[in-house]
């Protein structure tokens, strides 16, 4: 198998046809469609349809397109880290729902500033949508905020945050002393959906005291939960990162609960177990905050 025939079957996916996909690499038509009937038979398997409008992906060309676009950005990082490890070619980043809203843009739009030269790619969702890119190489690394423990996946701490339970100013518990956990349950919160590491943490939080919270609204993403308390309704256990501006204007209150202190979580740096980190994606962990 040949860099070439690589490199004619991942852009004329990329380009949607043969034609165009010929001329992005600077060749000819027929030149790139030999190159991608001695892949297929090489590989012993028809890797894409040909039709009037274009190309489309076989289910084999769909396996083998996550594995050729990672050994094309394999040879690429190995051609920037011999040049002298300055950050070039792709990054393709996985980040957790809350880290992609809250934490990470600083430091994208800064990566951007020093790195122009660097296309950056992100995925975000859930930690274990994540870990699942990482596997798959569709992403180098990623930041989540619950650890996969997989064998083939390697973690590092990158900081620890709270995760304060807060209520609007104006909310009736704001000018209240320490509640107890039986009194906060009662009053009803806003939680996140059942397969967000949020809403995990809340569960564990009040069921290690033996009771449950009322729920009053559950929603898929954390800003949307934190606009509904600040508008008054209910209380919510919130990342430190998603509410530090709010806490700091007054706009919401944290609470303190008898016997059970404020949550922390730690958010972790995923990658391939074995793997050398690129000059483009160790430049990026530098430039992100170490805490919320």
Excluded: W
């Amino acid at each position: 198998m040949e860099l070439a025939q690589v490199e004619a079957f991942v852009e004329a996916v990329r380009r949607g046809s043969i034609t165009r996909g010929a001329a992005a690499l600077g060749v000819t038509q027929p030149t790139v469609s030999a190159r991608l009937h001695s892949l297929e038979r090489e590989l012993g398997a028809q890797l894409l349809a040909r039709g009037r409008r274009g190309v489309t992906l076989t289910p084999a060309g769909r396996r083998f397109l996550p594995r050729a676009t990672a050994a094309l950005e394999a040879l690429r990082r190995g051609a920037s880290d011999a040049r002298g490890g300055d950050a070039g070619g792709t990054l393709a980043v996985g980040l957790a729902s809350d880290l992609a809203v809250y934490l990470a843009p600083g430091a994208l739009a800064r990566f951007a500033r020093r790195h122009p030269e660097t296309e950056v790619s992100v995925r975000s969702g859930h930690s274990r949508f994540i870990a699942d890119l990482l596997r798959s190489e569709e992403i180098e690394v990623g930041l989540v905020s619950q650890l996969v423990v997989l064998p083939d996946l390697a973690s590092r701490r990158l900081f620890v945050e709270a995760v304060p339970i807060v209520v609007a100013r104006s909310h009736r518990l704001a000018r209240r002393g320490p509640l107890r956990i039986d009194q906060l349950a009662a009053e009803g919160l806003v939680v996140r959906d059942p397969g967000a590491f949020l809403r995990t943490l809340v569960a564990g939080y009040f069921a290690a005291a033996g009771t449950a919270p009322r729920i009053l609204m559950e929603l898929d993403n954390t800003e949307a939960c934190k606009r509904v308390v600040l508008a008054g309704i209910g209380a919510a256990l919130l990342p430190e990162m998603a509410i530090r501006g709010e806490l700091a204007r007054g706009e919401l209150v944290a609470l303190r609960v008898e016997g059970h202190p404020a949550l922390k979580r730690t958010i972790h740096v995923l990658q391939r177990q074995g793997a050398d980190l690129s000059a483009g994606a160790t430049a990026l962990l530098r430039l992100l905050p170490r805490s919320g």
